[in-house]
């Protein structure tokens, strides 16, 4: 089956069962149902002996599959469940027909700076003076390219960036009016296996592996366990899934039809998602035009990791 | 008997996850009302079994779900309840002309076309997007079994397609 095939199977699915919803009372009727034909069984087998025998109706035990004692295994059931979808959403080959765009909104006193392969995000410290300081940020990303744009919270284009697998970095500078580029990283793309578990504030989506984006990091984020479904949520019009990390670092709201992620925020940072198709008006977005007059620079390397 | 503590335990669970699995459910019957049921049937056997599952009752559910759909639950009813279904669907796409919309009907109304295994299997993985072990779980057969089912499903749905796609052609051609 070729890949849009699949692609179109899965968008007919979706539409056709988008509007589905649980008729009222369906529990009740199963229940009824369920305990016509109990009844019908018992005087069948009473009849044999002329005996029938009154009484509850045996409903000992309720509080067995659906009691409450049982509540926290369903809901674990249920999260895993939920987890493993979203985690098939965010893989090959479904995620890399699509389109990625996002904008993530930062707290005060943060600095996004680019480097030669990859981002390099802080907070606290010399943010408020620094000028990498990042408001909020632009990206977009398809078959491990990607393009981001950064601005002050005044709207103030502070630079863009891209990297793709062949052509490698390319990062325009508005604070100074440079520009430099440098070569592809080795690296993986989007869709493939989830790296694990990262934890920490320094987020680098291009280092170690070019082009992993958000997919790759949402993945790499359940794979660290110890999440919980916590109910819908409207987000963007969408009556979303809720996950929340047990740490309270880490949120995410997941459409229910597709399984890919709506909004995630991390501490006080919020990142809202839209994926769409590839066409030629979104490809363009991910490449960077650098304006007439920009000096070339060399490539900035990004420093040692700092121990916590 | 609507205060029983079953019942409002099951309301709970189904508002919390009934209706992924009645979307489930109405991909593997082909339609609303028969998903429904099979959901509603589902249920049933969840309250029969109920002292019997431990943990997991959605994954009973969902097996249950699909076994019943994979052995052809109510198979002829709902096949001669689909018959009509289709060929006014089929007409009424003819005639709207958006070609987007009609392909992805005319994909769901070859699905429902599909023997019950099949289409038991491709709702698994591409629906479900389970894996072909995942698959063989749910279903209780084996590996390579759904492999079988998921390759002649595949194979009859693009083969349906080519003839669907060839009778369109043929009448845009006719004056």
Known sequence: ?308 | MAHDPAVADLESFLAERGEPLLRTAVLLTGSREAGEDLLQAGLERLLRHRSAIVGDPEGYLRRTLYNLAADGWRRQRAWRLRLPLLQSETALAVEDGTREVDTRDALIRLLVQLPPRQRAVIVARYWEQLSEAETAVVLGCSVGSVKASASRGLQRLRGLSGISTDNDLAEEKTP
């Open chain 1, 1 to 308: 089956m070729s890949t849009d095939l699949e692609q179109q199977l899965r968008g007919a699915m979706e539409r056709f069962t988008g509007d589905v919803r649980v008729p009222p009372g369906l529990a009740l009727k199963a229940y009824r149902h369920r305990q016509r034909r109990r009844m019908t069984g018992r005087v069948a087998a009473a009849a044999g002996t002329a005996t029938v025998v009154a009484g509850g109706l045996a409903i000992a035990g309720a509080a067995g599959a659906f009691g409450s004692a049982s509540h926290a295994p369903v809901q674990t059931a249920y999260t895993a469940y939920v987890i493993t979808r979203v985690e098939h959403a965010l893989a090959a080959p479904r995620i890399g027909n699509l389109v990625e765009a996002d904008r993530t909104v930062y707290p005060p006193d943060r600095t996004l700076q680019p480097f030669a392969h990859g981002l390099l995000g802080t907070e606290g410290g010399a943010g408020s003076s620094s000028p990498w300081r990042a408001g909020y940020t632009l990206g977009w990303m398809y078959r491990g390219s990607m393009e981001l744009s950064s601005f002050m919270a005044s709207g103030q284009r502070v630079f863009d960036w891209a990297m793709t697998p062949a052509n490698g970095t390319t990062a325009v500078i508005y604070g100074n009016d440079t520009w430099w580029t440098a070569p592809a990283p080795g690296g993986q793309g989007g869709g493939g296996p989830a790296p694990g578990c990262i934890r920490g504030s320094q987020i680098d989506l291009g280092g170690g592996g070019a082009g992993n984006g958000w997919p790759a990091f949402i993945r790499s984020q359940l794979a660290c366990g110890a999440y919980t479904v916590a109910g819908r949520q409207v987000v963007d019009g969408i009556s979303t899934i809720k996950i929340t990390g047990d740490s309270g670092q880490f949120t995410f709201w997941v459409d229910p039809a597709t399984y890919l992620p709506v909004q995630m925020t991390m501490g006080q940072k919020r990142t809202e998602f839209h994926w769409l198709a590839p066409t030629p008006a979104n490809l363009a977005k991910l490449k960077v035009t650098v304006p007439a007059g920009f000096r070339q620079v060399p490539a900035p390397t990004a420093p040692a990791p700092q121990a916590p």
